[in-house]
């Protein structure tokens, strides 16, 4: 019988009630006949109370992107509680069952901690063949162990990953990441009541909604899916062991058949847009500000620059999360003799609405529809970015809802 991997987050597993209710899902997966792997995350609120507790302990040091390998021991603890209770409640159920930390299955990570990637796992440490013999393998999600045989964790949403890497080494048939939405939208619901749960979704499209503000999966899960042609189902935790639950099933795009021009509109209002007047217009330049930005870790999205009245200036506008913006301002500020400009300004109200699909490589016209519905609600684009296979713009933030409502009718994505 074949390798299932099932995964369930935070508010699937928030208290015993609920945990108890995934072990009757898991339970009557196990009926079947399945081979389970289950991964699961720390209880919700977990991971953030541990957080501030390390922060507590630490201060600044755990706060960049330099995280002191004792961090990941703190925050690791969350995955740790939920596999033994996991583990107990399917032995209540007369299940044989067990939980297994990153350390023990030997989930090999490198890149340091706090955000580490994931190498695989070890065979040798038994997993596959314990639940070979029918035995439930209770993960702890987000963790694993670094090169020097040290805890850590793989950033925050790791679990996902977690699951997909499990999947992939033990060929499992599929990934199914059990959560509190009943699949993939083709938009927030929360602003767009009448959305519509897509049944099909590429990993590249999948890979752009989580990047551009969708949060049903952490993105590097599904890089990792990908390359790997793990198949991933995103479906309820909420409903029964016997009921109807199809999710949605992310995947590679020739397994669409029906393409749609756009699949989604994603919306993020975590940016900020940095434009510089009057940018000294000589090669370098460009160079030398985005090395600045790249060393403060700052991520960088929307880039354009243009020709500036005076002679020999251009002005560069970019954009990148409100919570980078502070360290590109301060960098910026302190650099002048580097990058030498007239004026800056920082711009932090501003949002950003994209609108994805895998049907846009063969088909003209998506910029068209959408720049003509922002339009007719009046809606200003202040920067235009593309790929392949989406649109973004940013927006004034106050019409970030109009916009998102707009563009789901204008591709006719709104539910009958
Ligand atoms: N518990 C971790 C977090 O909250 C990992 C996860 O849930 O995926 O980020
Ligand atoms: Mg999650």
């Known amino acids: 019988m074949a390798r299932t991997v099932l995964k369930f987050g935070g508010t699937s597993v928030a208290d015993l009630d609920r945990i108890a209710h995934v072990a009757d899902l898991v339970?009557?997966?196990?009926?079947?006949?399945?081979?389970?792997?289950?991964?699961?995350?720390?209880?919700?609120?977990?991971?953030?109370?541990?957080?501030?507790?390390?922060?507590?302990?630490?201060?600044?040091?755990?706060?960049?992107?330099?995280?002191?390998?004792?961090?990941?021991?703190?925050?690791?603890?969350?995955?740790?509680?939920?596999?033994?209770?996991?583990?107990?409640?399917?032995?209540?159920?007369?299940?044989?069952?067990?939980?297994?930390?990153?350390?023990?299955?030997?989930?090999?990570?490198?890149?340091?901690?706090?955000?580490?990637?994931?190498?695989?796992?070890?065979?040798?440490?038994?997993?596959?063949?314990?639940?070979?013999?029918?035995?439930?393998?209770?993960?702890?999600?987000?963790?694993?162990?670094?090169?020097?045989?040290?805890?850590?964790?793989?950033?925050?949403?790791?679990?996902?990953?977690?699951?997909?890497?499990?999947a992939a080494a033990l060929g499992a048939d599929s990934c199914d990441i059990y959560t509190d939405v009943d699949g993939v939208y083709t938009t927030d619901p929360r602003i767009v009541p009448n959305a519509t749960r897509l049944e099909k979704v590429s990993y590249e499209e999948m890979l752009e909604m989580a990047s551009l503000g969708a949060k049903v999966l952490q993105t590097r899960s599904v890089e990792l899916a990908m390359n790997h042609g793990v198949l991933v189902r995103v479906l309820s935790s909420f409903a029964g062991p016997g009921d109807n639950n199809p999710g949605t099933l992310v995947c590679s795009e020739d397994e669409i058949v029906e393409k749609q021009v756009v699949n989604g509109v994603t919306y993020s209002r975590d940016e900020a847009k940095i434009t510089l007047f009057g940018m000294e217009d000589k090669p370098g330049t460009s160079a030398r500000l985005f090395t600045l930005m790249a060393r403060a870790g700052v991520n960088v999205d929307m880039i354009v620059q243009a020709n500036a009245r005076g002679e020999g200036r251009a002005n560069m506008v970019f954009t990148c999360t409100s919570a980078d913006s502070a360290k590109a301002e301060k960098v910026l500020s302190d650099h002048g003799d580097e990058v030498r400009f007239e004026k800056m300004e920082v711009t932090r109200d501003v949002a950003k609405v994209?609108?994805?699909?895998?049907?846009?490589?063969?088909?003209?016209?998506?910029?068209?529809?959408?720049?003509?519905?922002?339009?007719?609600?009046?809606?200003?684009?202040?920067?235009?970015?593309?790929?392949?296979?989406?649109?973004?713009?940013?927006?004034?933030?106050?019409?970030?809802?109009?916009?998102?409502?707009?563009?789901?009718?204008?591709?006719?994505?709104?539910?009958?």
């Open 354 to 416: 994209s609108v994805i699909g895998v049907g846009m490589k063969s088909h003209t016209g998506v910029a068209e529809t959408m720049f003509e519905a922002l339009a007719q609600k009046n809606i200003n684009i202040d920067v235009i970015s593309t790929s392949e296979i989406k649109i973004s713009v940013l927006i004034d933030a106050d019409y970030t809802e109009l916009a998102v409502r707009a563009l789901h009718t204008a591709f006719d994505l709104d539910a009958d």
């Open 27 to 166: 339970a009557a997966r196990a009926k079947m006949g399945e081979k389970l792997a289950v991964i699961v995350s720390a209880m919700a609120g977990e991971t953030n109370k541990l957080v501030g507790l390390a922060k507590g302990a630490a201060g600044d040091t755990v706060n960049g992107d330099d995280f002191d390998d004792e961090y990941d021991v703190v925050v690791a603890s969350g995955e740790q509680v939920t596999s033994g209770l996991l583990a107990l409640a399917l032995r209540k159920r007369g299940h044989k069952a067990r939980s297994w930390l990153g350390w023990q299955m030997r989930m090999k990570t490198r890149e340091g901690h706090g955000a580490a990637r994931i190498d695989g796992f070890d065979e040798d440490s038994g997993l596959g063949a314990a639940i070979d013999a029918g035995e439930i393998a209770v993960i702890a999600g987000f963790q694993g162990i670094s090169e020097n045989g040290r805890v850590s964790t793989l950033g925050r949403g790791g679990s996902d990953t977690t699951a997909v890497a499990v």
